[in-house]
Structure formats: C-alpha cells, structure tokens
C-alpha cells in the first residue's frame, strides 16, 4: 500500500524508509524543520529520498520551536550527556511533537490517496517520550480514524514500538542501510558528539546487534562510561 514515511534523517527513520521501499510501498518521504536545534539531519532526510527515488517533502513549521520552548531541542538549554534512558534526557522533550506532526502526515496522505503513514517510533523511546509509547500509538490511530471518517483510512504503521534500537540496527544491516548516512546526534557539529543521549544509545545498538559502526565520533568512547554511570 502506498506509504509516506515521516524520515527526520536518523538511524531509525531511514531503516524505516528502506524497509518500506524494499516491500514496494514506499510512496514518499516527509521531513519535518520544526525549529529544532540544527538542520543537519534535514540533508540526510533529502539524501535518503534521493537514494530510494522517493518524493521528499519539507514540511516547514520553523516558527513552532519557539512556542514550545524549553527543550533542549528546540532553546537554549544546554543538550545533556549519558545514557539516553537517564533521567537527565527529560528535557529533551519537545511537548506534543508527535502528535503535531503525525497530524500533518495524516492529513498529507490522505490529500494524496496514500493509504498509510510509517513512523519510527520504537522502544528505546518509551523511558523518555510518551508521543512514542504503544499507548500513544494506538489511541492517536483510533484519533485519525474518527478525523477522517468518510474521507479514506490512512493505516499507522510502527513496526519498531516494541522493538529495541539494537534490533533496528540488525534490520537495517540486513537491508544493507548505509548508516554513515544518517544523522543521530542532538549537537549539528561535524561529527556525532559520541556523548549525548542519542549517541550513546547509538553506539550501544551497533555493539548489542554486533554490527560494526561506521559512525564517526569525537568521543567514540565515552558510551561506555554512560553505561557504566547507568548501572
């Protein structure tokens, strides 16, 4: 069934976009520019779309960051180091994010005649982010099928909510998914900072999966440390 996949450019997204496109359903890409902290992720998107022979859109929603302010995603508030299931990642945050911008998806598929919207929500999320739980996922599906009753049912499709970051991985390389082609890291530096929360849960997918990465970081070593403080 024709699929628009919400793609921010990240690890998962992409797996997501590759797998959709290896089933043959991939009928588009959306990405959206929120007013998150950088743009970078936002080139990854577009090259993945271009890689895949997708549509891409952009979705701009520049001017929403500053009304949901005091995310360390979208202000000035300082991105916070360790393990991504620690309690300091709380004020990455972004309040009703989701929920924004699984509406505007919504509302694009079911313009074009496209029968499902794919989003990369999984479980390494469930500690921080409650628009990425099973719980949400479910009640905001039941919320567009009254919201667009009578008009055409747009699937939600969420393969990874109940799947670890580490199995993604493993998809991904069995998809072959050029990895060092996606954008994780909260910093817009040159290379992945190695010490956010994002990161760190990414260093620790590709060892868990025993796949190598190819990500390059400045501090590729400081993920052991984060797991260790954890424990």
């Not at 069934?1 to 793609?7: A, D, H, K, N, R």
């Not at 991504?84 to 309040?95: G, K």
């Not at 991904?172 to 190695?194: D, K, N």
């Not at 849960?201 to 440390?225: K, M, N, S």
Request: net charge negative; aromatic share 8%.
């Amino acid at each position: 069934m024709p699929t628009l996949v919400v793609c921010s450019g990240g690890l998962d997204s992409v797996t997501l976009a590759e797998m959709v496109a290896a089933e043959g359903d991939l009928a588009g890409l959306v990405t959206f520019d929120y007013g998150q902290r950088h743009r970078k992720e936002l080139d990854f998107a577009r090259r993945a779309a271009e890689r895949l022979g997708a549509s891409h859109d952009v979705v701009d929603l520049a001017a929403l960051g500053r009304h949901l302010s005091g995310s360390a995603l979208t202000d000035t508030v300082d991105v916070p180091e360790g393990h991504y299931a620690a309690e300091n990642m709380a004020v990455t945050v972004v309040p009703n994010r989701n929920a924004i911008l699984f509406t505007i998806a919504f509302g694009m598929a079911n313009a074009r005649g496209w029968d499902r919207v794919a989003a990369a929500v999984h479980g390494g999320d469930h500690f921080v982010y409650p628009d990425c739980r099973p719980g949400f996922v479910t009640a905001f599906a039941e919320m567009e099928n009254r919201a667009l009753e009578g008009l055409g049912e747009v699937a939600f499709h969420t393969p990874f909510v109940e799947r670890s970051k580490a199995e993604i991985v493993a998809e991904g390389a069995r998809l072959g998914v050029p990895f060092a082609e996606t954008w994780s890291c909260y910093q817009g530096r040159e290379l992945h900072c190695g010490r956010c929360g994002t990161c760190v849960e990414r260093r620790e997918a590709f060892h868990l999966a025993g796949v190598t990465d190819p990500t390059r970081y400045a501090d590729p070593d400081y993920w052991r440390q984060a797991l260790r403080e954890r424990a």
